[in-house]
């Protein structure tokens, strides 16, 4: 499965790729002008991203959530019914929410941060399909 993938040890949190997804998240995929509505977050010490990991997959009530071939997990806004489940299971906070939808997002590993990073470090992955946490 494909996987967005850091090198904190490489990143300088200068947020180059956090305003390209700002960018093409925000305004081209989530038609906002908001850049906190961004998918990917960098703060001064860490980033916080979707990692495809799939537990959210397994605690979703409405079965919204699914992986795609590639492995990467996508919500189905027709089916969504937007109780949160998923936002409040995320260990990593990669979830979001805008207060004008039902529905919340996430990272689906476009690339677009990954093309803007001057220090190479995000990239997209293969790693193997994680299996879920038992709740």
Not at 7 to 12: G, H, L, T, V, W
Not at 88 to 94: L, R
Not at 120 to 133: D, G, K, M, Y
């Amino acid at each position: 499965m494909k996987s967005l993938k850091i090198d904190n040890n490489k990143c300088d949190y200068g947020r180059k790729c956090n305003h390209e997804c700002e960018l093409t998240c925000a305004s081209k995929v989530f038609k906002c002008d908001d850049p906190a509505r961004a998918a990917l977050h960098i703060n001064s010490d860490q980033t916080i991203i979707c990692d495809q990991c799939g537990d959210c997959v397994v605690v979703c009530p409405a079965d919204a959530l699914s992986r795609n071939k590639q492995g990467i997990v996508l919500l189905d806004k027709k089916i969504c019914v937007g109780c949160y489940t998923c936002v409040g299971f995320c260990e990593k906070n990669a979830f979001e929410r805008n207060p004008e939808w039902v529905v919340p997002y996430k990272c689906i590993a476009c690339g677009i941060c990954v093309k803007a990073c001057p220090n190479s470090a995000l990239e997209i992955v293969e790693v193997p399909t994680p299996s879920p946490r038992i709740i």
